[in-house]
T-cell receptor, first 113, second 115 residues
């Protein structure tokens, strides 16, 4: 199956700082990538759809100025959590789509102190 | 989008077949059935998908009823490493826009494989 990586796998930061998470499709090109967030004991919630070379589409209730998404190439999308606060602590997961399937990265555990 | 209904939890003895049901009674003719699983603290793993025919791969088999209103994921010989939350998702195969690629995750079925 197709492989998607994320970096870092775990990050701890202070409140007010910004954190960048990278999502890479390692063995295929992805015009569309997705970013999800998962709180403890809850299911995945889609945050935004990232399209290569264009602006991301955000789901209702997700602040686009807080969660900056850049999809500059067919194999890389980045999510930057700006001015992070403790309530942003969560498990962030990206996915990249092939023709008919989405493949997910291993996730990034963000803890904001 | 069609909704799916899955039992919240199931147990399966190690070495036995695990049969995970999914109800999708409002599925449309252009919607695929996808199965993913999520092992604790990891990203979801793709398992299998199908439209109307039964499908099999190295991980599992997918049995879709003739009326397409329900399906069953079969893990033929469950191991302890198959303990995970299993998600059944329906998604249209119309490629008219990015929204058609989205996956909506429900609560899934927590499968516990017991030694």
């Amino acid at each position: 199956g197709a492989v998607v990586s994320q970096h870092p796998s775990r990050v701890i930061c202070k409140s007010g700082t910004s954190v960048k998470i990278e999502c890479r499709s390692l063995d295929f090109q992805a015009t569309t990538m997705f970013w999800y967030r998962q709180f403890p004991k809850q299911s995945l919630m889609l945050m935004a759809t990232s399209n290569e070379g264009s602006k991301a589409t955000y789901e209702q209730g997700v602040e686009k100025d807080k969660f900056l998404i850049n999809h500059a190439s067919l194999t890389l999308s980045t999510l930057t959590v700006t001015s992070a606060h403790p309530e942003d602590s969560s498990f962030y997961i990206c996915s990249a789509r092939t023709t008919d399937t989405q493949y997910f990265g291993p996730g990034t555990r963000l803890t904001v102190l | 989008d069609a909704k799916t209904t899955q039992p919240p939890s199931m147990d399966c003895a190690e070495g036995r077949a695990a049969n995970l049901p999914c109800n999708h009674s409002t599925i449309s003719g252009n919607e695929y059935v996808y199965w993913y699983r999520q092992i604790h603290s990891q990203g979801p793993q793709y398992i299998i998908h199908g439209l109307k025919n039964n499908e099999t791969n190295e991980m599992a088999s997918l049995i879709i009823t003739e009326d397409r209103k329900s399906s069953t994921l079969i893990l033929p010989h469950a191991t302890l490493r198959d303990t995970a939350v299993y998600y059944c998702i329906v998604r249209p195969y119309s490629y008219s826009g990015a929204g058609s690629y989205q996956l909506t995750f429900g609560k899934g079925t927590k499968l516990s494989v017991i030694p």
